[in-house]
């Protein structure tokens, strides 16, 4: 098994189904969700606070599970008011993903999803000015910066010079 040192600290605080996850050869971490980059990072943002990361410049719109669970919601959905079309997957531990402004959801309320699989396309569907993928890390509700969640590695193409607004 692999472990960057600077993932290890990360590792840890993984929920229960991840953790599980570690030793079966799946990779370490989330997978990335979609072909492209950070175009904007969680964090405060224009006056407000950006509670997930966005990644843009799609090099295809295919969006992918970053980590495998149970899909809680899929669609227009109640409480996610301008994410536009979602998928929530509930991945343990007090844990949830969010994929937001999506064309359209594939994954299904309830369905179980591996880490990888494909569970929508993206779009700009609610509050949105471009194409790309919000992605948001929930931990018991409060949203956390899900970079250091990504390993080993984070995708080709993202270095923080790369990071804008918007
Ligand atoms: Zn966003």
Known sequence: MRIAGGLIAVVLVLPGAASA???DGAGLGFAWPADGIVSSPFGPRAGGFHP???IGSLQALTVRAASAGRV???GFAMGYEGYGN???VDIGGGFTTIYAH???PIAH???LVSRGETI???GCTGWCSGTHVHFELRDHGRAIDPIGFFGPGLPLGYTPSLIQGG
């Open 21 to 23: 996850r570690i030793s």
């Open 52 to 54: 997930g990361i966005d």
């Open 72 to 74: 809680a919601a899929a």
């Open 86 to 88: 979602v998928v929530v």
């Open 102 to 104: 999506l064309a359209r």
């Open 109 to 111: 309320i309830g369905e």
């Open 120 to 122: 929508g396309i993206a």
